[in-house]
């Protein structure tokens, strides 16, 4: 049987990686969304990644991670085409 000190630093260890994976991943989009315009929808991406960093590690953070990205750069293609067309119909 193993100390039970064994087992305390086993547990910090996996909710300190698995916080560190979270934000990294989180930010990804974090930056992409700011670049971008989308403040809100940046921070919301990070805290998202983070929880599910938590939850679930590396096979939560990648995904939310990688739909928000894809989601930041479909908005931010919305509305580039929105301002595309109104600056068409002012001429």
Same mark, same amino acid.
Do not use: N
């Given at each position: ?15 300190? @990686?698995? &916080?560190?994976? /979270?934000?990294? !991943? @989180? &930010?990804?989009? %974090? %930056? ?13 991406? #990070? ?9 679930? /590690?590396?096979?939560?953070? #990648?995904?939310?991670? !990688?739909? %928000?990205?894809?989601?930041? %750069? ?18």
């Amino acid at each position: 049987m193993q100390d039970p000190s064994y087992w305390v630093g086993y547990g910090i260890g996996m909710v300190v @990686g698995a &916080l560190v994976v /979270g934000t990294v !991943l @989180g &930010l990804i989009p %974090f %930056f992409v969304g700011r670049h971008c315009g989308q403040t809100r929808f940046a921070i919301v991406a #990070l805290v998202t990644s983070i929880v599910a960093g938590v939850i679930a /590690g590396i096979i939560g953070a #990648l995904p939310v991670a !990688l739909i %928000f990205t894809v989601v930041i %750069f479909i908005k931010r293609r919305d509305k580039k085409s929105d301002v595309e067309v109104g600056a068409a119909s002012d001429v």
